[in-house]
Protein backbone atom coordinates (compact mmCIF):
# COMPACT_ATOMS: atom_id res chain seq x y z
CA UNK A 1 0.00 0.00 0.00
CA UNK A 2 1.75 3.25 -1.44
CA UNK A 3 1.67 5.88 1.85
CA UNK A 4 2.71 9.35 1.97
CA UNK A 5 3.13 10.83 5.56
CA UNK A 6 4.57 14.60 5.81
CA UNK A 7 5.31 16.19 8.64
CA UNK A 8 7.39 19.60 9.27
CA UNK A 9 4.38 22.00 9.47
CA UNK A 10 4.61 24.65 12.55
CA UNK A 11 3.44 28.37 12.84
CA UNK A 12 6.31 30.32 11.88
CA UNK A 13 6.81 34.16 11.80
CA UNK A 14 7.24 36.26 8.48
CA UNK A 15 10.81 36.21 7.14
CA UNK A 16 11.59 32.27 8.80
CA UNK A 17 12.33 28.96 7.28
CA UNK A 18 11.50 25.39 7.81
CA UNK A 19 11.68 22.64 6.07
CA UNK A 20 8.99 19.61 5.71
CA UNK A 21 9.11 16.42 4.96
CA UNK A 22 7.13 13.56 3.13
CA UNK A 23 8.28 10.04 4.23
CA UNK A 24 7.24 7.44 1.11
CA UNK A 25 6.39 3.74 1.36
CA UNK A 26 4.56 1.65 -0.96
CA UNK A 27 6.70 2.00 -4.15
CA UNK A 28 9.82 2.07 -5.55
CA UNK A 29 10.95 5.83 -4.43
CA UNK A 30 13.30 5.44 -6.72
CA UNK A 31 11.51 5.31 -9.96
CA UNK A 32 9.10 8.26 -9.62
CA UNK A 33 8.80 11.93 -10.01
CA UNK A 34 7.36 13.72 -6.83
CA UNK A 35 5.86 16.94 -5.86
CA UNK A 36 4.79 19.17 -3.76
CA UNK A 37 0.93 21.13 -3.63
CA UNK A 38 -0.51 23.24 -1.64
CA UNK A 39 -3.75 24.48 -0.57
CA UNK A 40 -3.94 27.60 1.63
CA UNK A 41 -7.28 27.83 3.78
CA UNK A 42 -10.29 28.05 1.98
CA UNK A 43 -8.82 27.93 -1.38
CA UNK A 44 -7.37 25.95 -4.14
CA UNK A 45 -4.92 23.46 -4.98
CA UNK A 46 -1.43 25.57 -5.95
CA UNK A 47 1.02 23.27 -7.27
CA UNK A 48 4.71 24.02 -5.64
CA UNK A 49 7.54 22.03 -6.81
CA UNK A 50 8.95 18.65 -8.65
CA UNK A 51 11.91 16.71 -8.34
CA UNK A 52 12.52 14.30 -11.00
CA UNK A 53 13.12 10.35 -10.03
CA UNK A 54 17.05 11.02 -9.90
CA UNK A 55 16.54 14.82 -8.62
CA UNK A 56 18.91 15.72 -11.45
CA UNK A 57 16.11 17.94 -12.08
CA UNK A 58 13.78 20.34 -10.58
CA UNK A 59 11.10 23.02 -11.12
CA UNK A 60 9.22 25.32 -9.33
CA UNK A 61 6.33 27.94 -9.52
CA UNK A 62 7.59 31.12 -10.26
CA UNK A 63 5.55 32.07 -6.30
CA UNK A 64 8.07 30.41 -4.76
CA UNK A 65 11.39 29.97 -6.89
CA UNK A 66 14.16 31.42 -5.07
CA UNK A 67 12.96 30.64 -1.41
CA UNK A 68 11.54 27.17 -1.70
CA UNK A 69 14.32 24.08 -2.42
CA UNK A 70 12.98 20.48 -3.04
CA UNK A 71 14.93 17.54 -2.51
CA UNK A 72 15.27 14.08 -1.94
CA UNK A 73 17.43 11.15 0.03
CA UNK A 74 17.11 7.17 -1.26
CA UNK A 75 18.51 6.46 1.79
CA UNK A 76 16.00 7.82 3.93
CA UNK A 77 13.14 7.39 1.37
CA UNK A 78 12.04 10.77 1.84
CA UNK A 79 11.06 13.77 0.31
CA UNK A 80 11.78 17.40 1.68
CA UNK A 81 10.81 21.32 0.82
CA UNK A 82 13.66 24.03 2.20
CA UNK A 83 10.70 26.89 2.86
CA UNK A 84 13.06 30.09 3.09
CA UNK A 85 11.99 34.36 3.49
CA UNK A 86 8.37 33.18 4.37
CA UNK A 87 5.37 35.36 4.25
CA UNK A 88 1.96 34.90 4.99
CA UNK A 89 0.83 34.23 1.52
CA UNK A 90 2.76 30.71 2.40
CA UNK A 91 0.28 30.15 4.72
CA UNK A 92 -1.19 26.45 3.69
CA UNK A 93 -1.63 22.86 3.98
CA UNK A 94 1.10 21.26 2.43
CA UNK A 95 0.59 17.82 0.52
CA UNK A 96 3.40 15.44 -1.02
CA UNK A 97 2.41 13.77 -3.70
CA UNK A 98 3.63 10.98 -6.04
CA UNK A 99 3.49 11.47 -10.56
CA UNK A 100 1.63 8.63 -11.76
CA UNK A 101 3.80 8.07 -14.65
CA UNK A 102 7.20 9.74 -15.54
CA UNK A 103 6.47 13.13 -17.39
CA UNK A 104 2.71 12.79 -17.35
CA UNK A 105 2.20 15.01 -14.94
CA UNK A 106 -0.58 13.36 -12.88
CA UNK A 107 -0.84 12.58 -9.30
CA UNK A 108 -1.98 9.42 -8.38
CA UNK A 109 -1.27 9.13 -4.62
CA UNK A 110 -1.57 12.29 -2.26
CA UNK A 111 -0.57 12.29 2.03
CA UNK A 112 -2.85 13.90 4.36
CA UNK A 113 -0.69 17.22 4.32
CA UNK A 114 1.17 19.40 6.89
CA UNK A 115 0.23 22.62 7.96
CA UNK A 116 2.30 25.64 7.93
CA UNK A 117 1.01 29.29 9.33
CA UNK A 118 3.20 32.29 8.74
CA UNK A 119 2.24 34.64 11.37
CA UNK A 120 3.46 37.24 13.58
CA UNK B 1 1.76 30.67 -14.72
CA UNK B 2 -1.94 31.79 -14.61
CA UNK B 3 -4.70 29.29 -13.40
CA UNK B 4 -6.81 27.49 -15.51
CA UNK B 5 -10.25 28.47 -15.84
CA UNK B 6 -13.19 26.39 -13.89
CA UNK B 7 -16.49 27.41 -12.75
CA UNK B 8 -16.63 28.29 -9.55
CA UNK B 9 -19.78 25.92 -9.06
CA UNK B 10 -22.26 23.78 -10.69
CA UNK B 11 -25.15 21.91 -9.73
CA UNK B 12 -27.39 18.90 -10.58
CA UNK B 13 -30.18 16.66 -9.24
CA UNK B 14 -29.34 13.15 -8.34
CA UNK B 15 -29.91 10.53 -11.77
CA UNK B 16 -28.70 13.75 -13.85
CA UNK B 17 -25.10 14.39 -15.82
CA UNK B 18 -22.81 17.66 -15.63
CA UNK B 19 -19.58 18.82 -16.97
CA UNK B 20 -16.94 20.84 -15.73
CA UNK B 21 -15.15 22.45 -18.07
CA UNK B 22 -11.35 23.74 -18.02
CA UNK B 23 -9.64 26.58 -20.16
CA UNK B 24 -6.11 27.12 -20.59
CA UNK B 25 -3.83 28.13 -22.93
CA UNK B 26 -1.57 26.69 -25.96
CA UNK B 27 1.21 26.55 -23.01
CA UNK B 28 -0.78 23.86 -21.03
CA UNK B 29 -4.13 22.33 -21.89
CA UNK B 30 -3.97 23.13 -25.87
CA UNK B 31 -0.21 21.23 -26.08
CA UNK B 32 -0.38 18.07 -24.13
CA UNK B 33 -2.92 15.44 -23.64
CA UNK B 34 -1.76 15.54 -20.12
CA UNK B 35 -4.88 16.94 -18.46
CA UNK B 36 -6.24 15.22 -14.95
CA UNK B 37 -8.50 15.83 -12.60
CA UNK B 38 -9.03 15.38 -8.96
CA UNK B 39 -12.28 15.40 -6.22
CA UNK B 40 -11.50 16.89 -2.72
CA UNK B 41 -14.20 16.43 -0.42
CA UNK B 42 -13.57 18.52 2.86
CA UNK B 43 -10.55 18.12 4.95
CA UNK B 44 -9.56 15.42 2.83
CA UNK B 45 -6.95 15.34 0.20
CA UNK B 46 -7.64 15.23 -3.21
CA UNK B 47 -8.27 11.68 -4.82
CA UNK B 48 -7.12 11.55 -8.69
CA UNK B 49 -10.41 11.01 -11.16
CA UNK B 50 -9.47 11.34 -14.46
CA UNK B 51 -5.64 10.95 -16.28
CA UNK B 52 -4.23 11.81 -19.68
CA UNK B 53 -7.83 13.57 -20.31
CA UNK B 54 -9.74 10.41 -20.54
CA UNK B 55 -8.27 7.65 -18.47
CA UNK B 56 -9.80 6.47 -15.38
CA UNK B 57 -7.69 5.09 -12.44
CA UNK B 58 -8.37 1.51 -11.38
CA UNK B 59 -11.62 2.18 -8.58
CA UNK B 60 -12.97 5.12 -10.40
CA UNK B 61 -16.61 5.05 -11.68
CA UNK B 62 -17.52 4.88 -14.99
CA UNK B 63 -19.89 7.34 -14.28
CA UNK B 64 -16.82 10.03 -14.96
CA UNK B 65 -15.50 11.12 -17.98
CA UNK B 66 -12.89 13.49 -19.84
CA UNK B 67 -12.65 14.94 -22.71
CA UNK B 68 -10.64 17.99 -24.73
CA UNK B 69 -11.04 20.09 -27.26
CA UNK B 70 -8.50 22.76 -28.01
CA UNK B 71 -7.57 24.93 -24.99
CA UNK B 72 -10.72 23.33 -23.14
CA UNK B 73 -10.98 20.16 -21.42
CA UNK B 74 -14.30 18.91 -19.29
CA UNK B 75 -15.11 16.43 -16.38
CA UNK B 76 -18.39 14.57 -17.00
CA UNK B 77 -20.57 13.19 -14.45
CA UNK B 78 -23.49 10.99 -15.02
CA UNK B 79 -26.35 9.44 -13.11
CA UNK B 80 -25.37 11.83 -10.20
CA UNK B 81 -25.25 10.33 -6.97
CA UNK B 82 -25.20 12.31 -3.36
CA UNK B 83 -21.49 11.59 -2.66
CA UNK B 84 -20.18 12.95 -5.95
CA UNK B 85 -20.68 16.52 -3.95
CA UNK B 86 -17.34 17.85 -3.71
CA UNK B 87 -14.61 20.34 -5.08
CA UNK B 88 -13.09 19.43 -8.26
CA UNK B 89 -9.92 20.67 -9.92
CA UNK B 90 -8.29 20.35 -13.12
CA UNK B 91 -4.53 20.18 -13.65
CA UNK B 92 -2.34 20.09 -17.11
CA UNK B 93 1.36 19.86 -17.42
CA UNK B 94 2.97 22.89 -18.97
CA UNK B 95 5.70 23.74 -21.94
CA UNK B 96 7.75 25.33 -19.20
CA UNK B 97 7.44 21.53 -17.33
CA UNK B 98 5.80 22.77 -14.63
CA UNK B 99 2.29 22.16 -13.52
CA UNK B 100 -0.93 24.36 -13.10
CA UNK B 101 -4.17 23.60 -11.70
CA UNK B 102 -7.35 25.32 -12.00
CA UNK B 103 -9.40 27.44 -9.47
CA UNK B 104 -11.86 24.61 -8.18
CA UNK B 105 -15.27 24.18 -8.98
CA UNK B 106 -17.88 23.04 -6.10
CA UNK B 107 -20.54 20.68 -7.03
CA UNK B 108 -23.65 20.82 -5.52
CA UNK B 109 -26.15 17.60 -5.71
CA UNK B 110 -29.48 19.25 -5.21
Known amino acids: EVQLVESGGVVVQPGGSLRLSCAAS????????MHWVRQAPGKGLEWVSLISWDGGSTNYADSVKGRFTISRDTSKISLYLQLNSLTTEDTALYYC?????????????WGQGTLVTVSS | QSALTQPASVSGSPGQSITISCTGT?????????VSWYQQHPGKAPKLMIY???NRPSGVSNRFSGSKSGNTASLTISGLQAEDEADYYC??????????FGGGTKLTVL
Open chain 2, 52 to 54: EVS
Open chain 2, 26 to 34: SSDVGSYDY
Open chain 2, 91 to 100: SSYTTSSTLV
Open chain 1, 97 to 109: AKEGVVGKGFFDY
Open chain 1, 26 to 33: GFTFDDYT
